[in-house]
C-alpha cells in the first residue's frame, strides 16, 4: 500500500520537534513527507525542504499558500503535521481542516483558550481527522497501564502522583541565544503558560490517560524561578478528581539532574502502577500484600495492549520514537479507514484532549494568580 | 568507660519502636538497659522487664514511680527513652525531666500543641537534655546532604520535593486488632493528624533538617480514604519556605508498593540532590550541567559528616537501626559532656524541633479543614 | 538526495530480524527498500514482497536471480541487507559482491569457518562495501564508552567482565514449532555454535569494539542444558588479551528473567565502565577514588562520539532499533562516498570482524571439545 | 538471661573486622565482651581492652594465657571469637577448644590446608561449637534464596553466577603503610590464595549455601594485576557441580567503582533468583514465563526463613551488621542449647565449610599453576 502523503507546517532548520515528528512517520513506512511550509520566510522554508528532499514547487513560504494548493493538487498532502510554535497551532490548523486535509497537531492544542474553543469548533465541523501528539501515551506500557486500571487491577483509585522535571531552563538560557528557550518562555508564542503548558500538560494528560478519572478542581502555585523570566519554570498543583481521588501534579524545569523525568504513580485500594518514561520498557505493578512484578514491553505478562503497540522483543528496549511512533501509525490506521468513511475506536489524543490540556493550563495560571485557591475546571 | 544506665517508658511485647530503641542504644555499647516502665499494667511491665533481663525491682507500673524512685537511687538511670504513643509523651517526659533526667523521646513530640509548648518549657526549665528521636537525620548520607547544603554545592535553593509514602494501612486494619494501627489511627492517642502526624512529620523534619529552610505557609489537603477512619491516611502539602523556595510534601499509608519510601529531592541554582531511606546508603548529587555522581556512605567523596556516622567500610550496607543508633550515640556524647556541664555543639532534633513538629501537624490539619488554604506557620 | 535503493535476501513473514533492518533502515531515511528474495520459495517471496510495497516483479524467487537482474537494471539496487539464516549468508553475499553491490550482512558471518574465509576473500576482491549488523556497537553510549577507553580514561585495562544471557529457550521451544528456535538451534542453519554464534559473538565483538583489546587465547564450556537440543545453549569462556588484560564472557539462552542482557563492565588501573543494553542511554563511569558518575545519551558528559550517534535530547530514550539504525546511517555515509570513490574512517564493523566472530565460535567450539583447554585465536 | 560471656582474639586498634564481630554480638543483646588478647603485645592488647571497657586482669598478652586463665576462672568466657589474620586462626582456636570453650572465628579458617585438616580434628574432638563467620550467609533475603531453591522453585539448577569485586587494592596500597592491605596481601598472614581467599572463599560459600549443589572440579586463572604485589588480586574461576550444573565465580579487588560487590544469581529449568550484597534488602525471583518479581526483608512474599532473621518491618533497611548479627544470635541459640547438652538443627557455617574453603582456595592455586586445568575438590 502506497505511503500516505503527508505536508509539515513548521519544523526548519532549529527545530526539535519538526524532526521527531519526520522520524516517527518514518518507522513504521506508512507516511511520506511531501510537502512542507517549513519556515517562517519562503527562502528559509525551500532551504528547509531542499534538505529534506522535497521538490521545489511543495516548499511553500507559509501554510495558507500551502493548503490552498496541496488541496487542488491531485496527489495533494493527504495529512499535515503542524509543529509551530504554539500560537500558530489554531491559525495553521484551520486552513487544512476546512479543505479536509487531517491534521496531526504538536501539543499544547493552542496558546489560548479561546483559540482553543475555535479549533475544536473547526475540527468538529471538518470530516478530516484532528490528532494531538501527546506521544507518551503511545508508550506500550502506558497503553498496559491504562488498561490494567480500567480492568480493576487497581481497584478503586485514590491517589495519583504525577511528575515532569527537567533541567534545561535552571539558567536563563533564552537570554543568551537558545531559540527553544525564546519561544518556550515567551508568553506570545507559548501562551500564558511556560512549564506549565510545555510540559505540565503532557502530565496532566498522562494521568488523564491512564487512570480514566476527571479532575474536578485543582490548586495551582506557579513560580518563576530564574530572574526575568517570564513564564513560570516550576509547577505545583494538587488535584481532586471527580469520585474522590486526589493528586498532586510537579512540572519544573530548573531541577538539576532531570533531563526528561516525567514519571507517574497510581493507587488504588487494590494496588499500584508506577511508571518511568526515562525508563519506559518497565512497568511497576504493585498489587497490595503482594511482591512487587516489574513488567516489560512485550514481556512476560505483557497484554495485547502493550503487544500491539510493540515491534520487536522483551529485552530489546523500544524508546521515544517509537512511542511516538505508535502516535503515528495509529493515526494512519485512521486516515486508511476514513477514505472509505470508517471512524474506528481508537487510543489517539482528540481535540477535545487538547481543549481539556488547555483548560488545565488556564486553571492554574488563574488559580495561581489568586494565591492559590481552588478552581473548578 | 560503663555505659549510660538507661530507662525506657513505653516498649513492652507488641511494640515496634521499643524494641528499635533497645537495637539502637547497644549498637555502639554506650548504653545499658536497666529498668523500664514498659507497659500500662504492673504486671505486664514487669512480664515484659523479665523478658528483657532486667532486675524485677526495676520494672515499674508505671512512670511516675519509675522517675521517683530512679531518682533516688545510688545507681538510678540517667536518661530514659520514652517510646509510648503520642499523647503520654509529655507528662512521661515531665517527670524525668524536672529530676534532672534525660529525655529520649520519640516522635511527634506530643498529641496537642498544648502540650507541645508545655513539654518546650519542661525542657527548658531543666538541666537534661531532651533528645528527640527523628532518627532519619542519623542516616550518614543525609548527614553529608545536609553538609552539601550548607556549603553552598546546591546554590541557592528553589524547589524542596520530599515524600513519605507507606502501604500498611490500605486496608482498615484498625479494625481487625493490629495493635499498631488502632493507636495511630485513633486521635485521643496519635492527636489530630494520622499519617500527617505519623509520617508526615518525619518527611517536614528531614527537609528542614536538610535544607536547612524555615517553613512560611503551607496548604494542605488531608484525606481519610479508608471507610471508617477517624484519621487522615493521606496527606498533599504545598510549602512555601521564607526566602522564596517552595516544595511539596506527599506521605501516604494507603500506596501500596511502597513500605517505607521516605525520599527527599533538594534543588538549587547550582544543583540538585537526592536520597531514599530504603536505599540509605547512596546519595546523588547533580550539580547542573555535569554527570550525575552517586555518593556512597564512607565511599568515594564521602566527607566527614558521612564518614563520622559511619561505622564499616564502604559497600557493606548500613541501615536504619544504624541510623537510629547515630542518635544515641550522639546523645550518649551529649550525655557524658554533660556530667562536665558541657554542652557540646551537636545535630540532634531538640525539643525545638518536636515543637516546630507539631506545629506543622496542626497547620495541615488547620488548612484542610478551611478548604487547604494558606496557612501560616 | 534520493535515498538509497536498498534489496533485501531473507526477511519474509515469521522473521525477527529482517523486520528489523528495515525499521532500521528507514529511521533516517537514507534507503528505501525496493525489491527483495524474502522467503525460500517464489510465492512466498512474492506475498511477503507484496505487503511490504513491493512491485511485483522486484519480488525474486531466489538471491541468484535478483542479483542477476537488479545489476542489470538501470536503477537497480544499490545495497543489500541479508538477513537470511547463518548458512546461506555467504553464498548471498558472493552473488551480490561480485557484481559491485554494497552487502550489509546479519551476524554471525557465516556458518562455517570455510565459508567465512571465502567471504572475506569475496569482499576484498569487490569494490563493494560489506558491513556486518554487529549493531549493538552503534549506540551512543557504547560509543562513548570505545571513545573514552581509548583517549585513556581508564588508564591500562586489566579486567573485562562481558555477558549476554536471555531465557527464550529455556524450554526445548525447538521441538513444538517456534521457527526462530528451530533454526537457531540447528548446526545446519546455524553452524557448529548454538548460543555461542547467536549470541555470544556479540558479546565478543561488543568487548572488542570498547576495549580495543585483541584475544590472545580462551578456554570454553559450553553446555546443552535442554534435553535434545543439538548445540549449545550456555557458554562459559575466560579470556586472555594481548597485553595481560584477563576477562570472561557469559552467554546464555537459559537463565530465566534475563530478556536480552548484554552487559560489558571492563577495568583499568585508573576507573572503569559499565554499560547494558538493556536500559542503553546510560553508561556508569568510575574512576578510581572519585563517585560513580552516570553518564547519558547526548546529556552532560556527553562527548562527540554519543552526541553524532544521537538523534533526540537527554532524557528521550533512544533504543534498539536507533542504535542499529546507526549501522544503516553511516553505511549510508561510506555508500554515499564511495559513488565518487571516496573510503572515509568509520565505525563500522567488517567482513573481518565477522571472520575474527567466527574464528572465536571455533575457538570456544574446539576448546570446549577438548575439555575447555585453552585455545589459541 | 544473663548474656554470654565473651572473649576476643584479635581485634585491636586498626583492625576492622573485630570491631565488626563487636557489634554484631552486642545488636542482639546476647552477648557481653568480658576478655581479650586483642593485640600482638601486651601492651597494646591492654590498651585495646582498656578502650573497650574490659578489666584490666582480662586484657592478656596471648591467646595461650588467655585460654589457660580463662578456663579457670569461674566466670570465664564462654565463647571467643577469633578476628587475627588467617594463619593465627588454628593455633588460636586450637586453645579454646580444647578447654570445651565455644568459638567463633572469622574466614577464612586457616591460611594452610594443613591447618584446615587439623582445626577440623581439633573441632571434632571437642565439645565445644566451632562456628564460621561467613557472614553472608546471614542475610535474611539469602536465607529466604536457599530455602526458595531448596523447595524447588527454581526446577533443576543449571548456571550459577556469582561474583565478588572490590576496588580497594587497585593500586598497590600495601606498599604505602595500609595495614588491612598489608597481611591481606601477604602469604605468611594470609595463605596461598590472594583475593580468592579473602573474599573467593565468600563468594564460593555463598553460591554452595543458597543452593546446595556440591563442586565437582574447577579452572582458575589467578592473576596479580598490581606490580609488586604477592597475591593474586584478581580471580577467574569455571566451576562444574555434581548434578550438572555449571558456573562462573569473579573475584576482584582492583574493579574500581565496586566497593564490596558481591552478587550471586542461580537459574534452573523453572526459573532464576538474583541477589545484591550492595542492596541487600531485595531479592529477584524470576519465575521463567512470568513477570519478575521484587521480593524483599520481611516484605510481602517473605517465608518464614526470611522474617526470622528479620528485626524490623520492610522497608526499615538492615544491613551488613543486622546479617552478622544473626550468624551471632543463632550461635547463641547453640550455646544455650549446649548447655543442656542440645544440639539444635541450624545454618550455620561450620569447620566443615570452612575446610572447603580452604580446599577451593588450594583447588584454585593448583589449577592456576597449572594454566587453569581442571582440578577436583
Not at 65 to 92: D, S
Not at 166 to 194: F, H, I, N
Not at 211 to 220: I, P, Q, R, V
Not at 256 to 273: F, I, M, Q, S, T
Request: charge should be neutral; proline fraction near 4%; charged fraction near 20%.
Amino acid at each position: 500500500m502506497a505511503p500516505i502523503r503527508l505536508g509539515m507546517v513548521g519544523g526548519g532548520n532549529d527545530a526539535f520537534i519538526g524532526g521527531v515528528h519526520r522520524i516517527a512517520s518514518r518507522i513504521d513506512g506508512r507516511f511520506q513527507l511531501v510537502a512542507g511550509a517549513l519556515s517562517s520566510t519562503p527562502e528559509k522554508s525551500k532551504a528547509s525542504g531542499a534538505a529534506l528532499g522535497l521538490a521545489a514547487d511543495r516548499c511553500y513560504g507559509d501554510f495558507v499558500e500551502m493548503a490552498q494548493r496541496e488541496a487542488r493538487l491531485k496527489n495533494g498532502v493527504e495529512a499535515v503535521a503542524i509543529v509551530t510554535p504554539n500560537h500558530v497551532h489554531y491559525a495553521a490548523a484551520r486552513e487544512f481542516l476546512k479543505r479536509g486535509i487531517h491534521v496531526i497537531c504538536d501539543k499544547p492544542l493552542t496558546s489560548t483558550l479561546a483559540d482553543a474553543k475555535k479549533l475544536v469548533a473547526a475540527a468538529e465541523k471538518s470530516d478530516a481527522l484532528f490528532v494531538l501528539t501527546h506521544n507518551y501515551t503511545g508508550y506500550p506500557m502506558v497503553r498496559q497501564a491504562r488498561a490494567m486500571v480500567a480492568e480493576g487491577a487497581l481497584g478503586k483509585l485514590r491517589v495519583v502522583q504525577v511528575e515532569y522535571p527537567q533541567d534545561w531552563l535552571t539558567d536563563a538560557v533564552e537570554q543568551t541565544g537558545a531559540k527553544q528557550a525564546e519561544w518556550r518562555t515567551d508568553p506570545a508564542r507559548s501562551g500564558a503558560g511556560g512549564c506549565v503548558g510545555d510540559i505540565g500538560t503532557h502530565a496532566y494528560n498522562l494521568a488523564g490517560f491512564v487512570t480514566g478519572l476527571t479532575l474536578d478542581s485543582l490548586a495551582a502555585d506557579l513560580t518563576s524561578f530564574v530572574e526575568g523570566r517570564r513564564l513560570d519554570d516550576n509547577v505545583h498543583v494538587m488535584l481532586r478528581y471527580k469520585g474522590g481521588a486526589k493528586g498532586m501534579l510537579w512540572s519544573s524545569q530548573v531541577a538539576p539532574g532531570n533531563e526528561n523525568a516525567l514519571r507517574l504513580r497510581v493507587y488504588g485500594d487494590k494496588g499500584g502502577l508506577e511508571w518511568s518514561q526515562e525508563d519506559p520498557n518497565y512497568l511497576w505493578f504493585t498489587p497490595h500484600g503482594e511482591p512487587k512484578r516489574l513488567l516489560t514491553r512485550n514481556g512476560a505478562g505483557a497484554i495485547a495492549a502493550n503487544q500491539t503497540a510493540s515491534r520487536i522483543p522483551p529485552g530489546h528496549p523500544e524508546g521515544y520514537l517509537e512511542g511516538f511512533a505508535n502516535i503515528y501509525n495509529e493515526a494512519a490506521d485512521l486516515i486508511v479507514a476514513a477514505r472509505d468513511g470508517g471512524r474506528p475506536e481508537h487510543l489517539l489524543p482528540t481535540v477535545q484532549d487538547g481543549l481539556a490540556g488547555v483548560v488545565f493550563i488556564d486553571a492554574c495560571v488563574r488559580s495561581s494568580n489568586r494565591n492559590a485557591a481552588w478552581v473548578s475546571v
